[in-house]
Every structure is written in C-alpha cells, then in structure tokens.
C-alpha cells in the first residue's frame, strides 16, 4: 500500500449542481434594506450584481443547476483530489483516518475560482465588461484576475493595505492575468479618502476593501461588484467541493465523523461541509463540523450575532452574521483571507441551529501545524488552511488517547506558495501570535446598527 493514497473522481463526475443549505435549514434570516430596514429582493441587488445572482443569493431552491461553460472551466482542475494522510497519522501515532480535499491544483491555487468562475460567466452574460473586488490575502483577487482574463472581463482589485506589501507576488499575479490591484484604503474612493484623513498609516481591512470595490461598482452602471465569500450565493458556488468528497469517501469505503475548514468569510468551510450537513438534515449520518478560526479575529467565538453590514462605510445589505463589528480592524497577522469582521450568514445561522461548532487557534501553533503537515505529506499549506490542520492535528490526538478510530476530513484551501515569508518568519522564530484587541472589539460591536436582531 502506498504511504499517501487519492481518491479520483472522473470529469464526468464534476457536480452538474450547486447544493444550497438555505433549502435545509428552518428560516434563514433574510438579508435587510440599509435604508428602509426591510426584506432584500432581486431589484435591490441588482445595481452591485446580475439578475441571476441576486436570485442566487435569495434561493431556498436545494439545488441550482451549473452552466456547462462553467462546467467546461472548472474541468481544467476539478474534480479536485482528496488524499488519506497515511503519512501524517503515522507521524501522530494516531488511530484516526485523516483526510484533507485538496483546492491548491487550481490555476490561481485555491478554492477561490469555483466561485470567480461562476460570477464572471454570469456579468459576461448580462453584458457586464468590468468588475471589483476586494481581496485579503490574494487568493481571491487572483481568482477573479483569472476569471476575468478567461472572459474577458477587467478587473479592479483593492487589495487590503498589509496584505498588498506582506504578499507582493499575490499582486503580481493578479497584474500577469491582467488585472489592477491598489493598496486599500485608497484615494481612489470616498470611503478610502475619509479613512486615510482620520488614520493616515491605516493598514486596512477587508471591510474597507468591500467599501471602496462597492463603492465603484454602485457608482459606475458599466461596472458590478464581485465577492469572494460571506453572500450566500457566493457559499452555492463552493459547493462542488463537498459534494465532490461525498462520492469520494464512497470511494474510500469511509465516512468522516469530524469535518474540519478554516473560517474567515465562510467560502471554504461552507463549501466543504454544508453538503454534509444537508445531507445529515435530510436524514443522512451524523457528521460534527468544526468552524477553524484566528484567535486575533475571533468572529464566531467570540463576535455578536446580529445585522450588520458587510463593509465599513454601510453601502452592502444588512447580513444576519457574527460580526465583530464593521469597523473592526484586526491585527496584521499573516492569514490575511481570514481577517474579515463578519461571518457568512449561512455558516452564523449553522452555529446557531447547533449544526457547526467553532475553536480559535493562535498563528503560531497554526504554521508549527502547517510545518509538521508539509513535512509528512509534502505539501506546504496557505496559512489560511492551518488553522483547520491544526484543529484536525488535535482530534487526532484526541483520538490516540481516548483509543478511538475516529474519520477526519479537512479542507486544504489552497497552497502557500506565496506565503512563504510568513514560513520564514516562523522558522526563525520571529513570528508572534497577535491578539485580539479587546478595546477595538468592544467600540466596533457597540457601533452596530440599530435594525431588528442588532
């Protein structure tokens, strides 16, 4: 038997459909009004989004079919693989069976253009030529940099201002697919103007980021906003990872018991456990779902669930999400696509309905966890997905105490190629975990808005 086996599935086994939670779960909250406080429908997306989208976004439909030009594209690397970590459970001494779905083989290496592939097909089919962005880490600007470059489309990125200087190669490659990328907060926007003037050095966040890539698109009708996670049709999208890994553990002859995903915005947990859990709500096996997050940016466990809007300046919809507030601005660590203030709504209602649990991890233990991965199975992990190998590293060892022969299947959302100065500044020893600033935490949540559930 080989140290690492893959599970494979054929190109014909690319989901045909999106699986959407909202069908399963009891009431949703809707998505509100920022001016009138009322229910979100289709028209009132419509300026930021296509049609289609914003249908997407308010579906409790259980299943939306897939485009086939989308289908064509997302056959240029999916299905995606998923390994059995024989090697890591021999370097644990655990009797666990861990697995890990694996986005890193995508071109812009994530799991980012399941959903950038499927937004820029659709502004293409109304018509829309220009789309922005913004984007923490990279992984998401660089999707739809690509996404853009395969449709023809231009794209704006703003680019979280420590993140734009922490990861340079990130922004060249959004440039090399043909996109623009601007340090945000910028002076390219009101919303970027008005936070330079109070706080010249501000290092951003992605909360401002959305205000600014908002901000244009409502301000331009030639041009549409396009997000990376948190919406819920964003979550749709991302979908294909899960249910890819349903068919593969069939293949394995195997079931996961833990599923584990690293979360910032939502895109990825959701997109590997909401089949999952949809599957356990319509009478399937029961799976315990684990929500990895930073402890500097500790939005479900430690934020207010309650409407807030998703960027700082207020022009998005009000979301029912954990939120630390909009305008909480965390510390610079290095898992950039996981310093955002609010959760996705979808994966908030979840933590309420008792369906996912969350842990947060500190930086640190997180890169000494991605380190002992790469080492064992020879892949070197986004910082984002260390959190989720980490807490998967410890249900193992749980698992060695207690004697039992637990399944774990976690997401590894994308390589970390471009991260490697933070691997340095661990390897060295100077990387230091950052805490959470109970002082901005605490102005930020008290600055929510006033709106029914706030």
């Known amino acids: 038997m080989t140290d690492r086996i893959k599970y494979l599935l054929g190109e014909d086994e ?19 009004h920022p001016g009138t406080g009322a229910p979100i429908v289709v028209d009132d997306l419509t300026p930021f989004i296509p049609e289609v989208l914003a249908r997407q976004e308010l579906s409790r439909e259980r299943e939306i079919e897939i485009p086939e030009p989308v289908r064509q594209i ?18 644990l001494d655990t009797p666990a ?53 395969m449709f023809d489309i231009d794209v704006q990125v703003f680019m979280v201002k420590v993140s ?8 060249l490659l959004m440039e090399t697919y043909g996109a623009r990328c601007v340090a945000s907060p910028s002076v390219e926007t009101e919303a970027g103007r008005a936070i330079l003037a109070e706080d010249p050095d501000c290092s951003g966040s992605l909360g401002i980021a959305t205000s600014e890539a ?55 947990l959701g997109g590997l456990a909401f089949p999952f859990i949809g599957a356990k709500l319509r009478g399937g096996k029961d799976v315990r779902v684990i929500a990895a997050e930073p402890a ?51 994966v908030s209602d979840a933590l309420m309905n008792n369906l996912i649990e969350a842990e947060a991890v500190k930086q640190t233990a997180c890169f000494a966890a991605g380190i002992q991965f790469a080492r064992a199975e020879g892949i070197v992990p986004a910082p984002e997905s260390t ?33 490697l100065s933070a691997y340095e500044a661990h390897l060295t020893g100077a990387l230091r975990d950052e805490d959470c600033d109970e002082v901005e935490m605490a102005r930020a949540l008290a600055d929510l808005p006033g709106f029914p559930g706030a």
């Open 214 to 268: 908002m901000e244009i698109a409502l301000n331009d009708p030639a041009t549409n906003y396009a997000g990376g996670s948190v919406l819920n049709h964003v979550l749709l999208h991302q979908s294909v990872i899960g249910q890819e890994a349903i068919a593969q553990m069939t293949l394995a002859d195997d079931y996961p018991d833990i599923v584990i995903g690293c979360a910032g915005g939502g895109s990825n």
């Open 164 to 171: 734009y200087h922490q990861k340079p190669y990130r922004r």
């Open 97 to 149: 069976h861990i697995y890990y779905k694996y986005e890193g083989g995508s071109p812009a290496g994530s799991h980012k253009p399941n959903t950038a592939i499927a937004q820029a097909y659709y502004n293409k089919e109304a018509g829309i030529n220009r789309l922005a962005t913004e984007t923490g880490a990279g992984q998401w600007g660089s999707s739809l940099s690509l996404a853009g470059a």
């Open 74 to 91: 997302y056959a240029q690397w999916r299905p995606s693989p998923m390994f059995r970590a024989r090697r890591l459970e021999r370097a």
């Open 387 to 419: 959190h989720a190998i980490e807490v998967a590293i410890r249900e193992a060892l749980r698992c060695r105490e207690e004697g039992t022969a637990k399944t774990i299947l976690f997401g590894l959302s994308g390589h970390g190629h471009f991260d």
């Open 14 to 32: 690319i989901p045909r459909t999106w699986y959407n939670l909202a069908a399963d779960l009891p009431n949703p909250e809707p998505l509100l």
């Open 296 to 346: 500097a940016c500790p939005t479900l466990t430690r934020g207010k669930l309650a409407y807030d809007f998703g960027d700082t300046a207020g022009i998005s919809p009000l979301l029912k999400m954990h939120t630390l507030g909009r305008t909480f601005i965390p510390p610079s660590f290095h898992a950039g696509g996981l310093r955002y203030h609010g959760m996705a709504p979808l």
